[in-house]
């Protein structure tokens, strides 16, 4: 199955509630049919796409800029869920991330790709294996990503992210 990456605009108020119930995260995630059909899944693209942002590998040295943190940024809460805690974005840190990344259209993310940096670096989930098909990919799913910060920042909204 593999760890995949899911994201969930959420209200100010419902992250306040989350932040004070943490004990109902699992709940609130994976019950909440509402939820579930705004969320943002990236499927396994998040490491390529952390990578292909920041040119950094190494998730343990988590690169603590605006552009790493759309894929392992905010703050954790809860339990472990897979690769880590439930982490949270609130409203004013989305608008931040959503400002770099409006730096980052479509086309210069796709000049960033590389099979040969790919494979070489290792990158999740298709390590030494990248091929130019896989291209699309990515790209793919950066655009969603992309157009789901979008809306969150026009919403107003907050962020949760999920890698499991």
Known sequence: MGMTARYFRISTELLEHIKLHPEQIEEIIFES???QEIECD???AWHGIYFLLTGEKNLEDFLNTSLGEVVLGGT?????????PLRYLEADEAAE???ALKHITVDDFSERFSVEQLNEQ????MYDQWTEDDKDYLLENYEELFQYFKEAVNNKEAILLLIH
Do not use: V
């Open 33 to 35: 049919e509402a939820l």
């Open 42 to 44: 990236i499927d396994k």
């Open 76 to 84: 954790a809460i809860g339990n472990d869920l897979g690769y880590g």
């Open 97 to 99: 991330i959503f400002n």
């Open 122 to 125: 290792d990158i999740y989930p």
